[in-house]
């Protein structure tokens, strides 16, 4: 069973920068694809960037230009770096991994919030005025 433990989230801002963690442990299943997702309260779990086993990424459009998504297999981590951040960036990220495709859906932004396997327990991220 993979286990994500998400770190980074935090209070800020606008304007400012925030640097999410993920890594991943307790499992031998090569994901084949990573990223990160948030909720806000009364919406659906959004994708906000996503990276594929070979180095395929795609982001939010709403982030695009801001957000940079970057992964360390060697570590079994993805990392969600985040600059110039909007009080609309104010939610609880998630980590998560699996195989979409299983499911139907490819490793992207928006379909692969559906079809991930694991999902760690998620980092408050809030953004003020």
């Known amino acids: 069973q993979v286990q994500l433990a998400e770190s980074g989230g935090g209070s800020v801002q606008a304007g400012g920068s925030l640097r999410l963690s993920c890594r991943a442990s307790g499992g031998t299943e090569s994901s084949g694809c990573m990223g990160w997702f948030r909720q806000v309260p009364g919406k659906e779990r959004e994708a906000v960037a996503v990276?594929?086993?070979?180095?395929?990424?795609s982001y939010l459009d709403s982030v695009k230009g801001r957000f940079t998504i970057s992964q360390d297999s060697s570590k079994n981590a993805v990392y969600l770096q985040m600059n110039s951040l909007q009080v609309e960036d104010t939610g609880m990220y998630y980590c998560a991994t699996g195989s979409p495709w299983r499911h139907g859906f490819y490793c992207g932004v928006p379909v692969a919030a559906l079809g991930m396997d694991y999902w760690g327990k998620g980092t408050q991220v809030t953004i003020s005025p």
């Open positions: 990276i594929d086993g070979a180095g395929g990424i």
